[in-house]
């Protein structure tokens, strides 16, 4: 008889059907909320009304804006934004943006509970685990699908070491998660698209993970299918809400597995190709997860039937499943179409190798020469 446990992480509610200004205005309301520190993508603060829309309905609860969040979250980047919210004395913070402004703000929370005001200070907290709650929570309105709204933990970069660390928190998700899919239509689509892939990517491996689950399973499947039917049609009608919903819909269904279970190759390498070469989240996951199912499928391949199987392909691989969702939607799929080459592919192996989520690979990667492997299938 299998053992094990599953913590739900402390999200309280998820809130969809309303605009992103009506439902942080509704949920200041239930929560007592009376300073709201908003903080956004550069993009949609400065470029669209959206954000200013939002603080307009919040009215005198409006504490202030930070918009200067940067890609791959660079730690002086999580350091000004928390000296800005310490200045506003906010009792809640309202993130509106993708993975960038969420990962900022997770960390924020670290900032602003252990009162850390240098990044070496905050380095001190990397790979660390902390008990306390946080000083300031978050509500979170998501405009890519890449689900960090749902999880206790967030990647931030050390520019100086060129590595990104995970950072851990009892209740580093957002205390409400408002689901809104209109405002993403300000969200470049390659990055609504990119990011859906990355998600898809915690739905597969999650669903292949060697302490995988009834749960993460079954949330895992149904994510596919509906990643699967609500993307194609994203594709051919961006303006279509029902399915933009879908997709966020699947998101939240693909996140059960985030910290639960382990993930693998395609998550690990995808972080090492984002801090050694800036390549963006999502196409991460574009190029490494059809080589890692392919690499994976002599352990994995009765599970990867019904990955293709969701993917509208039964009887098929799942590789190649993946990659014709990714060639239908436009997608990146090579390393090559990400500015990586072969030459690169022993740095990369060197480093991936010894990363704790790549060893946690379903097959067992037992050096550089098993993750050159992969690379080259991702060629």
């Not at 199912?293 to 009765?302: H, I, K, M, S, Y």
């Not at 990400?338 to 990369?348: E, F, N, R, S």
């Amino acid at each position: 008889m299998k053992t094990g446990a599953y913590d739900y992480v402390p999200i309280e509610r998820v809130r969809w059907g309303k605009t992103a200004a009506e439902a942080a205005m509704s949920e200041a309301e239930r929560l007592g909320a009376q300073r709201i520190f908003t903080v956004a993508s550069k993009t949609l603060a400065r470029k669209t009304d959206a954000i200013a829309g939002i603080r307009a309905a919040l009215g005198s609860r409006d504490a202030g804006l930070f918009d200067e969040c940067r890609e791959h979250t660079p730690l002086d980047s999580v350091i000004a934004c928390a000296d800005a919210a310490r200045a506003a004395e906010p009792d809640l913070i309202l993130t509106v943006g993708g993975g960038t402004p969420i990962d900022t703000v997770k960390i924020v929370q670290l900032c602003l509970t252990h009162d850390i005001r240098s990044v070496d200070a905050l380095l001190s907290f990397a790979g660390k685990t902390t008990s306390q709650s946080s000083a300031v929570r978050q509500i979170i309105v998501p405009t890519t699908l890449s689900g960090g709204e749902y999880s206790t933990f967030a990647g931030g970069t050390d520019l100086a070491r060129k590595t990104k660390d995970m950072y851990h928190g009892p209740d580093l998700c957002g205390r409400v998660v408002i689901l809104d899919p209109a405002i993403a239509l300000h969200t470049p689509e390659w990055l609504w698209l990119s990011t859906a892939i990355r998600a898809l990517d915690h739905a597969v491996e999650g669903y292949c993970s060697p302490g995988t689950n009834a749960l993460v399973q079954s949330t895992a499947l149904h994510a596919m299918k509906l990643f699967s039917s609500s993307l194609r049609q994203t594709k051919k009608d961006s303006g279509n809400l029902d399915a933009r919903q879908n997709s966020q819909m699947a998101v939240w269904l693909a996140a059960t597995s985030l910290g639960r279970v382990s993930m693998g190759a395609s998550h690990g390498i995808g972080y090492l190709l984002g801090t050694m070469y800036g390549v963006p989240h999502g196409y991460t996951s574009c190029v490494m997860l059809p080589a890692v199912l392919r690499w994976n499928e002599p352990v994995t391949g009765a599970l990867q039937k019904d990955i293709a199987s969701a993917l509208e392909m039964p009887g098929g691989s799942a590789s190649i499943a993946v990659t014709a969702l990714l060639e239908e939607l436009g997608l990146p799929h090579r390393l090559g179409d990400v500015g990586v080459d072969a030459d690169q592919i022993p740095a990369i192996a060197e480093r991936a190798a010894r990363h704790p989520v790549v060893k946690a690979n379903p097959r067992p990667i037992r050096g550089a020469n098993d993750v050159a492997e992969i690379l080259t299938l991702a060629l």
